[in-house]
């Protein structure tokens, strides 16, 4: 029966596999979590900049004017 010992070694290698994936789902959300945080404020941040910038822009045009 040597094709016990091969069934015996794909099991654990199954079993390996399996506990390595659980070990690492909770990096990976709490990665998603940080990475969405982060680019909600870089929108934030982004939105403010275009406020800006449209500001000048007006400020501009009136000196102009």
């Known amino acids: 029966m040597p094709y016990l010992w091969s069934v015996v ?6 079993v ?5 994936v659980v070990a690492l789902l ?3 959300r709490r990665f998603g979590l940080v990475a969405g ?4 404020q870089i ?4 939105g403010l900049i275009n406020a800006r910038v449209a500001a000048l822009k007006v400020r501009l045009a009136e000196r102009r004017a």
Do not use: S, Y
């Open 26 to 28: 909770g990096p990976v």
């Open 9 to 14: 070694a794909v099991l654990a290698a199954l």
């Open 37 to 40: 945080v982060a680019r909600e």
């Open 16 to 20: 390996g596999l399996g506990l390595v």
């Open 43 to 46: 929108g934030r941040d982004v």
